[in-house]
């Protein structure tokens, strides 16, 4: 993992809005609607060329594939494992359950979320490997042409795929977890032996406490958490702390996010994950205000922030100034070499949905390189 030793390297947090092309094609396999495997893959492969080279453009240092292949970072494994079918209805967030007028004009303006939420409904396993190594071959092909600083290619935690996709076939939520952990685990050693940065997204860890989880108390979700980090842990154990990231947030999308629990509680479960580096949300309004919270912190030597200084729920575009003020904080915390500027969370979280416009986006990622660059001038004088 590229860290920040002359200055302040930037990246994101994985996902980037889809072409119109790439996103009817994913609907197209998603609904098993016409899917043709071949065409499929040339137009992912051409699409990730180009989200690589737009990042690059755009003052990226650290980049992604974008998620390109994938209909959403959670529930795209459902065509890589065994165990899951059928259809469930999403929960509807506490913090949005007192607001239906709110949800229809949203679902209006953002597209309403068509994909499938399934279940868990038999053994887990790896069934299907060709995705995953054609997504390891298409990010490396485009550095290899493009040459940024470094890349990573996100994967699902344990967690966060039981928190999309309940549980009704283990006798329990841990013998789910440790089966999914156990069926994933090769994924993410492949990414690692590809030589790339392996992100883990952990949304399970903050977010599931007002959507999958809701129905737990603050104590029983805090120890459902503990134990996602330690079959986490278990299925990461080859693979050095310095080769991964991990993402943590309380849910993409604009809403109230008044029920979101509290940093500071689940921090120390944070800590306790393998994954050198630590992508959460510092940027928008529910979280801005966090940084005092990590600075209370006892934060381990070797762990390594990589705070949101972008929002990726609003399409205004940042001032590299105020850019700039939000990681010398994080600095001011860590040090300069312990710190990478990101995002609060991906742009396109879910294929073909989501209000964030794809040139704005990359408008957001040019003014993070800007801040990045004056926030150098300010720790390397």
């Known amino acids: 993992m590229r860290l920040s030793t002359d200055r302040i390297l930037t990246t994101h947090v994985g996902s980037m809005p889809r072409t119109q092309a790439v996103a009817q094609m994913l609907m197209a396999r998603e609904n098993q609607d016409g899917h043709d495997p071949a065409a499929f893959d040339a137009v992912m492969a051409d699409a990730v060329d180009a989200v690589v080279a737009r990042q690059v453009r755009a003052g990226v240092d650290i980049v992604s594939d974008g998620e390109t292949s994938k209909i959403s970072y959670a529930t795209y494994i459902k065509d890589r494992l065994s165990g899951?079918?059928?259809?469930?209805?999403?929960?509807?967030?506490?913090?949005?359950?007192?607001?239906?007028?709110?949800?229809?004009?949203?679902?209006?303006?953002?597209?309403?979320q068509s994909f499938k939420r399934q279940c868990c409904i038999g053994p887990v396993a790896l069934i299907e490997r060709d995705s995953m190594h054609k997504d390891i071959r298409n990010l490396k092909a485009a550095v290899a042409r493009h040459r940024p600083a470094d890349a990573f290619l996100n994967a699902a935690s344990p967690g966060v795929v039981a928190a999309f996709q309940p549980n009704e076939y283990?006798?329990?939520?841990?013998?789910?977890?440790?089966?999914?952990?156990?069926?994933?685990?090769?994924?993410?050693?492949?990414?690692?032996?590809?030589?790339?940065?392996?992100?883990?997204?952990?949304?399970?860890?903050?977010?599931?406490?007002?959507?999958?989880?809701?129905?737990?108390?603050?104590e029983e979700f805090l120890r459902r958490a503990q134990f996602h980090v330690e079959a986490l842990n278990e299925a990461l154990c080859n693979i050095p702390a310095q080769q991964l990231r991990m993402h943590v947030c309380w849910g993409n999308y604009e809403g109230p996010h008044d029920h979101d629990i509290d940093v500071g509680k689940v921090l120390p479960i944070i800590l306790r994950a393998k994954p050198a580096a630590i992508l959460f949300e510092a940027a928008n309004p529910r979280h801005a205000h966090e940084w005092a919270v990590w600075k209370q912190a006892r934060i381990p030597a070797d762990k390594v922030l990589v705070p949101g200084v972008l929002t990726s729920t609003s399409n205004y575009v940042e001032h590299p100034e105020l850019i700039a003020q939000r990681l010398c904080q994080f600095a001011d915390i860590v040090g300069r070499e312990r710190v990478l500027a990101g995002t609060d969370c991906g742009f396109g979280t879910f294929a073909g949905i989501g209000k964030m416009d794809a040139e704005i986006s990359y408008a957001k990622l040019a003014a993070l390189a800007e801040g990045a660059r004056r926030a150098s001038q300010r720790l390397w004088p």
Request: proline share 6%; glycine share 6%; aromatic share 10%.
């Open 170 to 218: 283990y006798p329990s939520h841990e013998a789910y977890v440790e089966a999914i952990a156990a069926a994933m685990r090769e994924e993410y050693e492949a990414i690692a032996a590809a030589g790339l940065v392996l992100q883990i997204d952990c949304p399970d860890l903050a977010m599931a406490r007002h959507t999958g989880f809701q129905d737990l108390s603050e």
């Open 84 to 112: 899951f079918g059928g259809d469930r209805p999403r929960q509807v967030a506490l913090d949005l359950k007192p607001y239906p007028e709110f949800r229809e004009r949203m679902a209006v303006f953002a597209g309403r």
